[in-house]
């Protein structure tokens, strides 16, 4: 149940106007509290060929880190534990490091989703829970942010 929770509130996050919409919330599954927020990402189309990456958005603060690798071209997935979907998360930083790659072995009910608005400008995320490496703690994400491109080159004239 908790899977069409979160992939409501992605999508839900992508409905409002851009200027109402909050942050990518990373929070303690344990109960304490909110860990970091993301306002913004670095993004842009991958690198590889062919079936290869078609997506990454990086957002950063502090010494945090969210890192999103999405494979299919679609607006909106599904995530799953361990990696078997069309994309993957990581969030990285001096607490830990969690990402639904690592799939416990009696996974619980969870999962998410990522959305993209139309012209790929605002992501939606929600994953819960993830867990670290040892499975020892987990977090909750979830909200939505903006994705900001490289500037395109002009080309300009040669004299």
Same mark, same amino acid.
Request: proline fraction near 10%; charged fraction near 15%.
């Given at each position: 149940m908790k899977r069409f929770t979160i992939a409501g509130l992605a999508a839900l996050f992508l409905a409002l106007p851009a200027s109402s919409q909050a942050n990518v919330d990373v929070v303690d599954s344990g109960g304490g509290g909110t860990i970091v927020s993301f306002k913004t990402a670095k993004c842009k189309k991958?690198?590889?060929?062919? &079936?290869?990456?078609? +997506?990454?958005? =990086? !957002? #950063?603060?502090? /010494?945090? #880190?969210? @890192?999103? &690798?999405?494979?299919t071209s679609a607006r909106d997935m599904s995530l799953t534990y361990g990696g078997d979907g069309p994309a993957d +998360? =990581?969030? @990285?930083? /001096?607490?830990?490091?969690? =990402? &639904?790659? &690592?799939? /416990? /072995?009696? !996974?619980? !009910?969870g999962g998410g989703a990522i959305v993209f608005n139309p012209k790929r400008t605002r992501m939606g995320i929600g994953f819960q829970p993830a867990f670290d490496e =040892? +499975? @020892?703690s987990a977090v909750d994400l979830a909200g939505g942010l903006k994705c900001t491109y490289p500037k395109k080159k002009k080309k300009g004239r040669r004299r």
């Open positions: 991958g690198l590889r060929k062919g &079936n290869g990456l078609k +997506f990454i958005a =990086t !957002a #950063k603060k502090g /010494p945090w #880190k969210l @890192s999103v &690798n999405v494979w +998360f =990581t969030v @990285s930083g /001096p607490g830990g490091s969690w =990402t &639904n790659l &690592n799939r /416990p /072995p009696d !996974a619980p !009910a =040892t +499975f @020892s």
